[in-house]
């Protein structure tokens, strides 16, 4: 395992040229997301929160600053299978079962049959869809489908977890269920987590760590360090220290808005 940051930003810039003129998704980020760490990036839309992860994920490409996931680049972290990534839709194939959609990074990455079957079945019990192997996405809610994409990406068992809002269209309940599931399964595993979200309920419950970010152009205007327990039974986003928090967080978001008046 290596030391220092999973990932770490210095200048992160990122401008898009569009018909309109140019876009400035990214401007001068400075950020590091520790071992470990479950970190929300929560802004308004459009300030640059998916951008960050897909910039992290080597799927857009910075135009100004550095980035490195794992110390090395984000190609070559992805060339090294360095993260798993869970998208606001579960994106699974309608036509595989859901051991099958679990099980395709496997198959692509060339893992022997048994690893393949190994795997799934651990992740499946992990996610709690044991007994669902056979079934196909269309017999499963959207909270079992999300469920899925997440075992999915951890199939290959990368350190990191990349997710962007997985849980935005979901409704309130199986998202909170959804919410204690995750912060079980960061707790047995140990992965760090970057998490992008709309919802300061769900950023503070969640979070060791709340990076909030100004409408565009996309820069991180507070890191809110949260000093909640890591065991965290749904109740507690009753209690002052939650509450605190997630006053600090709507501040600062109401800060970035005026910036943009």
């Not at 036509?95 to 679990?102: D, E, Y």
């Not at 997985?166 to 204690?180: H, S, W």
């Amino acid at each position: 395992m290596r030391d220092g940051p999973v990932i770490e930003a210095r200048g992160l810039n990122l401008v898009f040229e569009t018909g309109d003129g140019p876009v400035h998704a990214l401007k001068d980020v400075d950020l590091s997301v520790g071992r470990g760490d479950f970190v929300s990036f929560i802004g308004p839309s459009g300030c640059g929160k998916t951008t960050f992860l897909r910039v992290a994920a080597d799927l857009e490409e910075p135009t100004g600053g550095t980035i490195a996931v794992n110390g090395v680049s984000p190609a070559e972290a992805r060339r090294a299978r360095a993260y798993g990534y869970v998208f606001q839709a579960a994106g699974l194939f309608p036509w595989r079962t859901i051991a099958g959609n679990v099980r395709l990074p496997l198959e692509i990455m060339g893992y022997a049959r048994s690893e393949q079957a190994a795997r799934v079945a651990r992740v499946l019990e992990m996610v709690e869809l044991a007994g669902f192997e056979n079934r196909y996405p269309w017999q499963l809610s959207g909270g079992m489908q999300q469920r899925a994409s997440i075992a999915r990406a951890l199939a290959f068992d990368a350190d990191l977890l990349l997710m962007d809002e997985p849980f935005g269209a979901l409704d309130e309940i199986v998202r909170d269920k959804l919410n204690e599931q995750l912060l079980a399964l960061w707790a047995r595993t140990g992965k760090t987590i970057a998490f992008v979200t709309h919802s300061i309920p769900e950023a503070v419950y969640l979070s060791t760590r709340i990076v909030v970010m100004s409408p565009r152009p996309g820069r991180v205007t507070d890191v809110i360090e949260s000093p909640l327990p890591r065991e965290r039974p749904l109740h507690i986003r009753e209690s002052r220290e939650f509450l605190e928090i997630a006053g600090r967080v709507r501040d600062g978001l109401r800060a970035g808005m005026g910036e943009e008046v």
